[in-house]
């Protein structure tokens, strides 16, 4: 048995999805003597709703503990055919998104379900993201400023011992605030924001990491005397995924990367037009510095 609040998830993505019909034909994947209409205590002759059947499946699988059956079904069915028609299920990605906060998330190439809260959290694809289709993401680049300088100040093993302790300074920012680090090549990264908010959320971050930088640089296992300084610079747009992200090509993440690099003053943050169109008006306010970057306008922090 699994959570009340899921299987109400699961009855909530399949109702609008499937018709009664084809709720019918996913039950009898899983159990081919289902009766729908048995299982929802309703006579044969009488028609339910999509949501009506969506429920008597879910609570007949439930207990039947057939619930990761479904869920996988459901997962799998997603730019498939059913009956002869194409089914692509709007808000796939919410609901995976839901069921791995609550530590079970679907593996697209094992194609299995996994309980685990720790791997969910850790998957570069927040355990939703199936590679080869496109999403909503906000990327952030983020880089040390002068960093050439830093390594021939202090050699090359002193600062790999500062780039460590940077990595784990921004990766527990970035999870406060449901990110992924989708690349961090020493002295700077790339990192990833998707599903509700994102947008917000990956502002909210990159103001958060400017903030406590401070904090790190006084930290007693930083071995260096000079402050670490940091551009970030940030776009959101239409992304297609790939778990190897390293491989992923895109004008949003080439366009946050540039802007980081050659459009931010050092210890400052720069956002696209794209991103000021998303956020909120209080949060807007702060970037009030307008610039013209790469023929599109880029506001910055002061």
């Known amino acids: 048995m699994i959570d009340l609040s899921l299987l109400n998830e699961t009855t909530e993505i399949l109702a609008p999805n499937f018709s009664p019909e084809e709720i019918e034909s996913l039950g009898k994947i899983i159990f081919p003597k289902y009766n729908g209409h048995k299982a929802a205590g309703v006579k044969n002759h009488i028609t339910m709703s999509s949501r009506k059947a969506a429920n008597a499946l879910v609570q007949f699988l439930n207990t039947s503990k057939k619930t990761f059956q479904l869920i996988k079904l459901i997962v799998e069915m997603d730019d498939s055919t059913l009956n002869g028609k194409s089914i692509t299920i709007e808000g796939l ?129 930083i071995p260096i005397k000079d402050n670490i300084t940091l551009r970030l610079g940030l776009d959101t747009g239409k992304i297609k995924f790939f778990s190897d992200t390293g491989h992923i090509v895109s004008d949003i993440i080439n366009y946050a990367a540039h802007l980081e690099k050659s459009g931010t003053v050092p210890g400052e943050i720069s956002i696209s037009e794209n991103i000021k169109k998303e956020l909120p008006t209080k949060i807007l306010k702060i970037f009030s510095d307008k610039n013209m970057f790469e023929n599109m306008n880029s506001y910055s922090t002061v």
């Not at 190439?109 to 720790?118: D, G, P, T, V």
């Not at 355990?127 to 906000?138: E, N, P, R, S, V």
Request: glycine share 6%.
């Open 93 to 221: 990605e919410t609901y995976l998104n839901k069921l791995a906060k609550s530590g079970i998330y679907y593996d697209f190439k094992k194609r299995k379900l996994h309980h685990s809260k720790k791997n969910a959290l850790e998957m570069i694809n927040w355990g939703t993201l199936k590679d080869g289709k496109t999403y909503d993401i906000t990327v952030m680049s983020l880089d040390i400023v002068g960093n050439s300088k830093l390594v021939k100040k202090y050699g090359t093993k002193t600062m790999e011992k500062v780039y460590f302790r940077l990595r784990s300074f921004v990766e527990q920012k970035v999870l406060d605030y449901e990110g992924r680090i989708w690349n961090f090549a020493g002295d700077g990264g790339l990192i990833a924001f998707t599903s509700k908010n994102h947008v917000t959320r990956s502002v909210l971050c990159s103001l958060d990491i400017r903030a406590t930088l401070s904090v790190f640089n006084i930290h007693p296992d």
